[in-house]
């Protein structure tokens, strides 16, 4: 769910301006996962634009304490949310985690690094929701060291059939400052990309595993 389509249109506009987004149906991307898609997501990039990434850590910050409340902490996913989650735990001025995609081999063997104690509340921060898969192996292992997860919030989801059902059954709250269709309307409008352009991206999303067998 976005938090609002106000906001919705603006970060896509943002992500857009910058190239964080990038949108070439003629020439798809490849995934790691293999997968050819038209569009391509770096929210990384955000953090290279001081007044984008600050509008975006101003906005989470906001909507965060709109629908949680103020969480005891914030955790970042490691690698792509550490930057923009710990910007928000400081505007917030909250205690930040990051959690590995899994335990170290050595030393502590941490997943979750910093300092976090049994029973404090949680709010996730994520920068792209695919599938869902990784960010939920995030909250499962925050929970796993005791952590009272309130909820997650990504800059950007594609609104995939799997990840709304992967969030649903994991019963975890996602709220997400833009999403794939507001995306397309204003890459439309603004003529990043022609109408049958923008059907083609329709088109990707409703299968993306297989998008590129069904064009041949």
Request: proline share 4%.
């Amino acid at each position: 769910m976005i938090f609002n389509i106000d906001t919705a249109k603006k970060t896509a506009e943002l992500l857009l301006q910058i190239n964080a987004i990038k949108l070439n149906p003629k020439n798809p991307f490849t995934w790691a996962s293999g997968w050819k898609s038209p569009i391509y997501c770096d929210n990384r990039i955000t953090l290279s634009f001081p007044p984008i990434r600050n509008y975006i850590r101003e906005e989470f910050s906001k909507h965060i304490e709109k629908e949680f409340g103020k969480p005891d902490v914030i955790a970042g996913v490691a690698t792509g949310a550490i930057g923009i989650g710990m910007l928000v735990a400081e505007y917030m001025g909250l205690p930040f985690v990051y959690v590995r995609p899994e335990a170290k081999k050595h030393g502590r063997q941490n997943q979750v690094e910093g300092f976090l104690q049994k029973g404090q509340s949680v709010v996730v921060v994520e920068d792209l929701i695919s599938t869902g898969n990784s960010s939920l192996m995030a909250v499962e292992a925050l929970k796993d060291a005791g952590a009272n997860v309130k909820g997650m919030v990504a800059i950007f989801t594609y609104g995939f059939d799997i990840s709304l059902e992967n969030f649903k059954n994991a019963n975890v709250n996602l709220h997400t400052l833009g999403n794939y269709e507001t995306l397309l309307d204003l890459a439309v409008t603004k003529k990043y990309i022609t109408e049958e352009e923008q059907e083609t991206l329709k088109e990707w999303s409703k299968s993306p595993s297989t998008w590129m067998q069904e064009q041949v």
